[in-house]
């Protein structure tokens, strides 16, 4: 994302947007388009369905989603009142709890289990830093109505997969089990006794914890409550042998699949509905926010929220974050390239170079015809920075002959001369040497 620039006007004559919230800009939409591309690619390898859900929602599906004792809801959500009802909204701060208020609403379940995925922006306030805003984009997945440790495992395996085909290193898999409910109400206590004992040791957000939600202590970030977190009871210890099952068949899949991972015990993940498995796909790549990808099992959250009980697995990886990743290796290039740039001189030029470009659009080929003044140096200068494989020219000369010229904007194509072509055969002959140009990269790749 890209922060609004300087200008020599003054401050008072500019609109800047608000903190924490960018401006997508044409030269970044690229790299933006390749990752949309590389997810929809991936969710359908997988056999997942798109859902979207609206942006605001009743706030009270995020207090009760979440958890009311979470820094989320607590310090967080943009929360307002409604001036025409008055009811509390709030724009979505992660879209689990929405996904499955929109499954309760409309009975997605009752046809069997659902394979959901989301993208789309979310929304919270917090102090902005690398790869984290205000408003940020999540591609979410949720596997809903599956039991087992199988779908646990395939989850993994697709973020593996992922990881692979947008060919980004250094990702570890951090791997966790919080238990069912009754281990972890045992672990709750075994908290309590252990950070009250502790207590001037704490520090506030701790204490304040301490009653309320004392797992989430061992999500401190504070560098001074570490080694006291590291001494905490540990829920692994604790699990029964039905827990430590479904934990053992999600890492023998991970086992056989050949896919590394460490079990990181302090691993609670921020949100109340989780259960069993947790997992972070975490780099250190990005400093302090090194968490690039989270998630684990949440079948409490469907009857808490109002539904029918049904398990539940799900994921939410930040864009920004994974855009970051790719820049860091190098990948600012992937510009929006179009297939023909049309190049165009006098009057009844303008009007065949517009009948051409419908022509060429019609057979499925990207086009930009040139637009405004300029003559044919100026234009081929616009036609080599658009990034397309070949201009198309067109003058009197070429109206007369109903005929036009074909220059290849790649050097190793033709050699960068100029071949006739009848306006008629243009789309079979482009679409051919198109075809050419994709075949001879793929030899070389």
């Not at 947007?17 to 933006?32: K, T, Y």
């Not at 039905?242 to 991972?261: T, W």
């Not at 303008?350 to 234009?379: P, T, W």
């Amino acid at each position: 994302m890209t922060q609004p620039n300087d200008s020599s006007k003054p401050k008072a004559d500019r609109l800047p947007s608000v903190r924490g919230m960018n401006d997508m800009l044409p030269a970044e939409a690229g790299l933006w388009e390749f990752f949309e591309d590389s997810i929809r690619a991936w969710m359908h390898c997988y056999g997942y369905q798109q859902i979207r859900t609206p942006i605001l929602e009743h706030t009270r599906v995020f207090t009760r989603g979440i958890g009311e004792v979470t820094d989320i809801v607590e310090k967080e959500m943009y929360t307002f009142n409604d001036a025409l009802n008055g009811e509390s909204l709030t724009l979505r701060p992660e879209n689990t709890a929405s996904v499955v208020r929109a499954v309760i609403e409309h009975n997605l379940l009752h046809e069997g289990p659902k394979r959901l995925w989301y993208y789309g922006p979310m929304f919270r306030h917090e102090r902005p830093q690398r790869g984290r805003y205000r408003q940020f984009y999540q591609v979410g997945v949720e596997a809903l109505g599956f039991a087992g440790p199988d779908i646990d495992g395939e989850m993994l395996l697709m973020c593996n997969r992922l990881w692979e085909d947008l060919g980004l290193e250094n990702i570890q898999l951090q791997l966790n089990t919080l238990g069912n409910a009754e281990e972890r109400a045992q672990h709750r206590r075994a908290l309590v006794e252990y950070f009250t004992a502790h207590h001037d040791a704490l520090d506030e957000d701790s204490q304040r914890r301490l009653q309320t939600n004392p797992l989430r202590i061992l999500d401190s970030k504070n560098p001074a409550m570490q080694a006291l977190i590291e001494g905490a009871p540990k829920l692994l210890d604790l699990v029964g042998a039905e827990s430590r099952a479904h934990f053992e068949g999600v890492q023998k899949i991970l086992r056989d699949a050949g896919v590394p991972y460490k079990i990181n015990p302090r691993l609670v993940r921020g949100l109340d509905y989780y259960n069993l498995t947790v997992f972070e796909w975490v780099t250190d790549q990005l400093g302090a926010q090194g968490t690039v990808c989270g998630g684990g099992r949440y079948d409490p959250l469907i009857a808490q929220m109002g539904g029918k009980p049904a398990p539940a697995l799900g994921l939410a990886m930040g864009v920004e974050r994974i855009l970051e990743l790719l820049k860091a290796r190098g990948e600012e290039g992937y510009k929006p390239q179009t297939d023909v740039y049309v190049v165009h001189q006098g009057a009844g030029a303008q009007a065949a170079a517009f009948r051409v470009a419908e022509g060429l659009r019609d057979a499925g080929l990207d086009v930009l015809l040139h637009c405004g003044e300029g003559g044919f140096k100026a234009q081929f200068k616009k036609a080599d920075a658009s990034g397309a494989a070949f201009a198309v020219v067109i003058g009197e000369d070429e109206v007369k002959q109903q005929k036009a010229s074909v220059k290849s904007l790649r050097e190793q194509s033709h050699d960068g001369q100029q071949v006739k072509v009848p306006f008629k055969d243009l789309p079979d002959y482009l679409s051919e040497q198109l075809l050419g140009s994709e075949d001879d990269d793929s030899d070389e790749a």
